[in-house]
């Protein structure tokens, strides 16, 4: 061995005789930028600025959008809720109880407007975000921290993180269960205990899936275990547990507790409880036909390539879940790949639903980083190589032969091979994995902005489904505003002729004198205030109209037919200045005086 000189501490001389202020003695940009990033991502301030981003990005204009179908109906059930003083669970609802008690609490504290409704929706998003970040002992800070930012700035989180479901719920309650599991296996506390059977209970009080997300987690329980044959873990068994079986008959005790508390109506509804095995009969049936929402097996990679590009990368990441040594992110991986082909089975397919099952690959997503540099022999590239170019070939041959057309939701083949070959060049370089890991945020935040803050009604957007119009607002403006001025107006008899009419039945539950017919249906006596008719009744409610009114035409939403408002000129004149009535019914026929009435005496 050769010997090394002393270390010491005598500076070198000057190689240049320039001024201290030559550009020589200044450190590259790129130093400055390493030390500022690594000084950011070590500052304790990186995790609120993810969760101010994600707070932001849902609070931002939060009533901007009319309330959706389904938000009238919970709506509905609120108002229903405050006659009733408890919730009367259906089993062919599909959805659990704990939700509308909730909505019960913020309409009661901030009253019946849209801001209350969608506002408890909003702050379980951002804990989804805030319990990512929580994650950080069981798959480390880097993974966590991008995994939070990803679900930060996705569009689908963000876009149905504002919409009062929930879908939200039942993945704040399967990542906490996923949470205390993690945390069993880290140090087997009482806590992380609590977490698990207050995670099952909340997935059970949310929707009825979440059947399908627990027997998907057993099941991706028993392949981890199997792979550990072929990849050895680093952390193949849990330790001691401290926890007793006093503490677990306490935390079935306090979870079965608050299933019959809500199930059964606050104790107003036994038959509720009931509902928690009947409702799987209607809501197997329906899974399996569709009713109307049936979608192809391919529907969830369709919305992926097109919406959540760091989810595709997560989920393409998941082809070298050997190679993840930790426990937790490789069972996360088997779990989500699971959990997508789970629903890809199921024809009922409704876009919110993704939320549901896409959070386990944005941790996978942020496992990029740590797992770059991945590096294969030569050979391994070739033939992936040819591997990818024959299956391009196949599917732009199956796409003419088929007569695909190039719509969103035929995409998502080309995206695959093109983002798996993409995610094989870059894991080689941990400088070009972090390049794309920082391109694919920044597509994220930029699809997020457009979707939710400029096209969050348009119904070409895959998202934007069954979405009520703005035109909704033409029709409700007039009697709510007359209403805030002259509180009178809420007495205001008004008729809702059509089917569907959700969630006008929410927005105007404040209006004691308002009908909704359906059907056949029709008012005794057909003129009103206002009124909200179908096409297709237009003629027949027309033709027992006797008063003068303002119309216009009125579009609820997609999928529906057209309707047409009225308005009482005598009501609602000074809403329409400069128009006379459009519309002006027959007079009524006058009631025949005694004398003309052919049963009186004639006259002498």
């Known amino acids: 061995m050769k010997p090394q000189p002393p270390v010491t501490r005598i500076r070198t001389a000057r190689a240049s005789s320039a001024e201290a202020g030559a550009l020589a003695d200044f450190p590259l940009l790129g130093d400055y930028m390493e030390r500022w990033k690594n000084a950011l991502v070590a500052t304790e301030w990186m995790p609120w600025l993810i969760i101010g981003l994600a707070a932001f990005l849902r609070f931002f204009l939060l009533g901007m959008k009319p309330p959706h179908f389904d938000e009238g109906i919970n709506g509905w059930f609120v108002d229903q809720m405050v006659k009733t003083s408890f919730y009367k669970y259906d089993p062919t609802n599909y959805h659990g109880p704990l939700h509308f008690y909730v909505l019960l609490l913020s309409q009661t504290l901030f009253g019946r407007n849209l801001w209350a409704l969608r506002l408890p929706v909003v702050l379980v998003s951002v804990s989804c975000v805030w319990l990512t970040l929580k994650f950080e002992p069981f798959v480390g800070r880097t993974v966590s921290r991008l995994a939070a930012l990803a679900m930060a700035v996705s569009p689908g989180f963000v876009f149905y993180g504002r919409y009062s479901i929930h879908e939200v719920w039942l993945v704040l309650f399967t990542m906490l269960f996923f949470y205390g599991l993690f945390g069993l296996w880290k140090s087997g506390t009482a806590n992380y205990l609590w977490c698990a059977g207050m995670g099952v209970t909340g997935m059970i009080l949310s929707k009825e899936t979440y059947i399908l997300h627990i027997g998907c987690a057993a099941i991706a329980a028993g392949v981890c275990y199997v792979s550990n044959y072929f990849s050895k873990l680093d952390d193949p068994r849990p330790p001691t547990q401290t926890w007793n079986y006093v503490d677990l008959a306490v935390v079935i005790g306090t979870g079965i507790a608050l299933i019959v508390f809500f199930y059964s109506g606050t104790f107003f509804h036994w038959n509720g409880i009931k509902g928690l095995y009947q409702a799987y009969l209607p809501w197997f049936q329906t899974g399996s036909e569709g009713h109307g929402h049936e979608k192809p097996w391919y529907y969830w990679l369709a919305l992926i390539s097109h919406y959540e590009l760091p989810v595709l990368a997560g989920l393409l990441l998941c082809i070298f879940a050997l190679r993840f040594k930790a426990m937790n992110l490789r069972y996360l991986a088997?779990?989500?790949?699971?959990?997508?082909?789970?629903?890809?089975?199921?024809?009922?397919?409704?876009?919110?639903?993704?939320?549901?099952?896409?959070?386990?690959?944005?941790?996978?997503?942020?496992?990029?980083?740590?797992?770059?540099?991945?590096?294969?022999?030569?050979?391994?590239?070739?033939?992936?190589?040819?591997?990818?170019?024959?299956?391009?070939?196949?599917?732009?041959?199956?796409?003419?032969?088929?007569?695909?057309?190039?719509?969103?939701?035929?995409?998502?083949?080309?995206?695959?091979?093109?983002?798996?070959?993409?995610?094989?060049?870059?894991?080689?370089?941990?400088?070009?994995?972090?390049?794309?890991?920082?391109?694919?945020?920044?597509?994220?935040?930029?699809?997020?902005?457009?979707?939710?803050?400029?096209?969050?009604?348009?119904?070409?957007?895959?998202?934007?489904?069954?979405?009520?119009?703005?035109?909704?607002?033409?029709?409700?403006?007039?009697?709510?505003?007359?209403?805030?001025?002259?509180?009178?107006?809420?007495?205001?008899?008004?008729?809702?002729?059509?089917?569907?009419?959700?969630?006008?039945?929410?927005?105007?539950?404040?209006?004691?004198?308002?009908?909704?017919?359906?059907?056949?249906?029709?008012?005794?006596?057909?003129?009103?205030?206002?009124?909200?008719?179908?096409?297709?009744?237009?003629?027949?409610?027309?033709?027992?109209?006797?008063?003068?009114?303002?119309?216009?035409?009125?579009?609820?939403?997609?999928?529906?037919?057209?309707?047409?408002?009225?308005?009482?000129?005598?009501?609602?004149?000074?809403?329409?200045?400069?128009?006379?009535?459009?519309?002006?019914?027959?007079?009524?026929?006058?009631?025949?005086?005694?004398?003309?009435?052919?049963?009186?005496?004639?006259?002498?």
């Open 334 to 604: 088997i779990y989500g790949v699971g959990t997508l082909i789970a629903y890809s089975i199921v024809k009922y397919k409704t876009p919110w639903c993704i939320i549901s099952f896409i959070w386990p690959f944005l941790f996978i997503f942020g496992a990029l980083v740590p797992t770059a540099p991945l590096r294969f022999a030569a050979v391994t590239y070739r033939s992936c190589a040819l591997l990818f170019f024959g299956l391009l070939a196949y599917t732009v041959y199956y796409a003419q032969t088929n007569h695909w057309p190039a719509t969103w939701d035929h995409v998502w083949p080309y995206a695959l091979i093109l983002g798996a070959a993409l995610l094989l060049v870059t894991l080689r370089s941990p400088e070009m994995i972090k390049l794309l890991a920082s391109i694919l945020i920044c597509w994220s935040l930029g699809h997020c902005i457009w979707l939710n803050y400029f096209r969050c009604t348009t119904d070409t957007e895959p998202y934007v489904y069954v979405q009520t119009y703005n035109d909704i607002y033409k029709f409700t403006d007039p009697v709510l505003q007359l209403a805030h001025s002259d509180p009178r107006a809420y007495q205001l008899v008004g008729h809702i002729i059509r089917a569907s009419p959700y969630p006008l039945p929410w927005m105007l539950d404040d209006f004691g004198r308002v009908g909704y017919y359906e059907k056949n249906n029709m008012p005794d006596k057909v003129d009103g205030d206002f009124l909200l008719v179908q096409q297709d009744k237009i003629t027949a409610v027309e033709a027992k109209l006797h008063d003068s009114y303002y119309t216009f035409p009125v579009t609820i939403r997609p999928y529906q037919d057209p309707s047409k408002a009225y308005f009482s000129a005598r009501i609602f004149k000074s809403f329409f200045p400069g128009q006379w009535p459009d519309f002006t019914g027959a007079a009524p026929t006058p009631t025949p005086s005694p004398s003309a009435s052919p049963t009186s005496s004639p006259a002498k």
